[in-house]
């Protein structure tokens, strides 16, 4: 077959699909054909791309929450993409302190990019995601700033932030020990206040104290938001945060007494081993007083302990903080492996060829539509929470800065929910986005695998997901136990319609009666209402409420999720009655919404079924609505993934690939390993040969 011949069979998609495998035959080496200059150009997913019944422009907007924001995003994606520093393709064959040098280049390159284009705050942030390489520079804006922004005095602000801004020195968060993470009470590493010198004794007094964990602490922070048991006058008054200096600013290395390095090798190739998570230990090392972060307390040059107005609440701020910007990144997680799933869905084809036609593509088969389709609409519903959180977290500052408490409980119960409720659905949906692409999902190239590994640690990073959700229990216990004197309000205001809530069941009675928002979010508060009020007065029957709560724990956890869900549930509704331009788009946004919801519903029936609240045949018709709403995505699911607008860079997927053209890439990419230089590979000589050429004297063998 000549050159003329295989362009021949560029013409059609379906005739390239079945001659594709020979085309590859001819690829290997020896055949010489360059099947790059045949393919390349084609876009393998333009028939999908047409079946779209909404407009793809609008819908990037509304996923990108402004045009603004998306212009910004777009802009930031492009310059990485476009730029071959920020190449990632060969990070998972790299050694570790080859990768780590990667990292610190690749965040040199783009601290350089943000100094010579003058990026603002809001764009580096946008530069940095799209780098896609976990370095210290996340906790050096992520958590460091915010810690000195959130817990120092003016004063404090004043002489760190712009140090801290301008890179001058480069800091990280250290309150995980190796023997306490989830109880911060519970650290051990000591500041004992010497009022002779006023300094402050950092001190870590047993080898559990040591500082475990802390990310950018390993190998590139000159400093350190430190936690740790504030001792004066030889009593313990808390745990606080100090600013501590570890490395020297001329020559990075260790300060007197301190001892600091990097705590090995974590889950996964390249993954989260670019972050060198550290270990930090002091022996006596002394802080000047004025580097205590001192907005809640204040300890005088005297030794006095001085509270202000602010609570003491407000010394875990950073991490309400935190858990805010991970619930935003758990839609972009899931966003990505589902996009990835999706493409790769409509380019894969198994069975049912009939006439020798072409088989059918994977995504038309219902079970990988029912899998896949609840977490393509979680993508959305989790964008949509994210969006809310981000408003109530902005709302709470506000007000935290006016002196004004009393939203900071609700922002601690919903980021602290939100987080788990998202991060655990997002690291179980990316490796079931794994399994929906078959055996290729298990190729590093397909970027699942990485993908997986970066994420996981979400579930445990800023609050193991457990006992954020008993955080979350112990919010919806009292505000259960104060309906009787207090109105409920934000997102636990369904409580006060607690006697209707418990006393009406649903009056859906056929599958349509499913498309109404009011039956919907009727059911998850009835459920909800109903799984906190049977966990209050089963709590009632203890005479020690704690002893209570902890036999309860498990009871207390699913009503946790019941209440979180119905926040997603609840603000995807709320984000339909917006104003949404564009044709199609929020017809569109209503069919993932119902697909959400009726998936919870569907996955959850026993909470509603137990609760009373549904019938079997209600739950049945649920069901029956959600099969209907599967066939409504299908045509409109690749462009739904277009809209997440990533580039090919970001992604990082040969199966996500935007043009589909995935089999070629697969078979150049696996020539590309460096294990395929040789055709006799390296140990050939010394391990196998002499096998081969053994004369074995065993009669057995
Ligand atoms: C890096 C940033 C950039 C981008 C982010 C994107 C991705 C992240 C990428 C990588 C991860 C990188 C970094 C990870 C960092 C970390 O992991 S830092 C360490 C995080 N550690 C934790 O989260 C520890 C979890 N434990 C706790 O939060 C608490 O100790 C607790 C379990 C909540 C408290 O337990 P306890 O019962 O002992 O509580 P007390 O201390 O006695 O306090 C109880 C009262 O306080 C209220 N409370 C608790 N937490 C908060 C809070 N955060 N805000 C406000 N209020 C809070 C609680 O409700 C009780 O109130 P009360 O009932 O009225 O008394
Ligand atoms: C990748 C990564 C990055 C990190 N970065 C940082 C950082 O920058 N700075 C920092 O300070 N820390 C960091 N951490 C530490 C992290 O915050 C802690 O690991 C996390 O808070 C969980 O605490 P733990 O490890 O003590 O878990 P544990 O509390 O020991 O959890 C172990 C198990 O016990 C269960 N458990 C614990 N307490 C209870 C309870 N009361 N009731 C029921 N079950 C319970 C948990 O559910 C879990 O199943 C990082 C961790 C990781 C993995």
Redesign the pocket.
């Known amino acids: 077959m000549g050159l003329s011949g295989i362009s021949l069979l560029t013409t059609t998609y379906s005739l390239i699909l079945q001659h594709q495998s020979l085309l590859l035959c001819l690829r290997a080496k020896g055949f010489g054909l360059d099947l790059k200059k045949d393919m390349e150009g084609v876009d393998y997913l333009s028939d999908e791309r047409k079946k779209a019944q909404f407009d793809v422009e609008a819908m990037k907007i509304a996923w990108a929450g402004s045009l603004e924001a998306f212009q910004l995003s777009d802009r930031m994606a492009k310059l990485v993409a476009n730029d071959p520093a920020f190449e990632k393709f060969t990070r998972p064959m790299l050694g570790r302190k080859e990768l780590i040098k990667n990292t610190l280049r690749k965040a040199a390159h783009g601290w350089k990019l943000i100094v010579d284009l003058r990026l603002t705050e809001e764009e580096a942030k946008w530069l940095r995601l799209y780098i896609d390489e976990?370095a210290y520079t996340?906790?050096h804006?992520?958590?460091f700033i915010p810690a000195i922004e959130g817990q120092g005095t003016e004063e404090q602000k004043k002489k760190w932030l712009p140090l801290a801004k301008k890179m001058q020195i480069i800091g990280c968060?250290a309150?995980?020990e190796l023997g306490h993470?989830?109880?911060?009470?519970g650290l051990e590493t000591t500041a004992t206040f010497d009022p002779q010198t006023d300094e402050f004794i950092m001190h870590s007094p047993t080898l559990t104290s040591s500082k475990w964990?802390p990310?950018g602490l390993g190998k590139a922070s000159t400093h350190a938001v430190v936690y740790a048991r504030l001792i004066v006058g030889g009593e313990f008054h808390g745990v606080h945060g100090f600013i501590v200096q570890l490395r020297s600013l001329d020559d990075h290395s260790p300060l007197p007494g301190v001892t600091v390095g990097d705590i090995g090798m974590k889950f996964g190739n390249g993954a989260y081993n670019t972050m060198d998570n550290g270990v930090l230990r002091f022996d006596h090392v002394r802080i000047p007083r004025d580097q205590m972060l001192m907005r809640v307390s204040q300890v005088t040059r005297e030794g006095k302990i001085m509270q202000s107005d602010v609570p003491r609440?407000l010394i875990?701020?950073t991490?309400?903080y935190?858990r805010q910007?991970?619930v935003a990144?758990a839609s972009k997680a899931l966003s990505r492996a589902v996009c990835i799933a999706t493409r790769y869905s409509a380019i894969r084809r198994q069975f049912g060829s009939r006439n020798g036609g072409p088989e059918t593509q994977v995504i038309d088969y219902k079970t990988q539509q029912s899998r896949l389709f609840p977490l393509l609409a979680s993508a959305y519903a989790f964008r949509f929470v994210g969006e809310w959180l981000k408003w109530l977290y902005t709302d709470v500052k506000e007000r935290l800065a006016a002196n004004d408490f009393s939203t900071?409980?609700e922002?601690?119960a919903c980021t602290?929910g939100l987080k788990s409720l998202t991060t655990s659905f997002t690291a179980d949906g990316i490796e079931e986005c794994r399994k929906l692409c078959g055996g290729h999902g298990y190729l590093v190239s397909s970027g699942l695998p990485e993908l997986f590994a970066v994420y996981i640690?979400?579930c445990t990073?800023?609050?193991?997901n457990v006992?954020l959700l008993l955080?979350v229990a112990?919010?919806l216990v009292?505000t259960v136990s104060e309906l009787g004197y207090k109105k409920p309000v934000g997102t636990t205001a369904y409580m006060g319609r607690v006697a209707s809530l418990m006393q009406n069941n649903c009056a859906v009675q056929t599958a349509e009666g499913w498309l109404n928002p009011g039956a919907v979010v009727e059911a998850f508060e009835s459920r909800a209402a109903r799984m906190a009020v049977r966990c209050g007065q089963q709590l009632a029957k203890y005479e020690n409420p704690e002893e209570g709560f902890a036999e309860l724990s498990a009871d207390l956890v699913e009503a946790s999720i019941a209440h979180c869900q119905l926040i997603v549930v609840s603000k995807f509704i709320e984000k339909l009655q917006q104003d949404i331009p564009g044709k199609g788009v929020k017809q569109t946004l209503e069919v993932l919404c119902y697909v959400y919801a009726l998936f919870l519903l569907h996955k959850h029936q026993g909470d509603f079924l137990a609760t009373g609240y549904l019938t079997p045949k209600q739950a049945s018709l649920a069901n029956d609505q959600l099969r209907t709403l599967y066939s409504k995505v299908r045509p409109n699911a690749i462009t739904l993934v277009d809209s997440f607008n990533y580039t090919d860079h970001y992604l990082g997927s040969i199966l996500g690939r935007y043009d589909g053209n995935v089999y070629p890439k697969l078979y150049e990419a696996a020539w590309k390993d460096p294990l395929n230089d040789s055709d006799v590979v390296d140990g050939f000589y010394e391990y196998v040969q002499p096998i081969l050429k053994q004369k074995l004297r065993t009669a057995k063998l």
Not at 181 to 185: A, D, I, T
Not at 461 to 464: H, I, Q, V
């Open positions: 976990p996340d906790l804006w992520g958590m968060y309150q995980t993470g989830s109880n911060v009470q964990w990310g609440q875990y701020g991490m309400v935190v910007t991970i990144d900071l409980p922002a601690h602290a640690p979400a990073y800023e609050g193991d006992v955080q112990r919010f009292k």
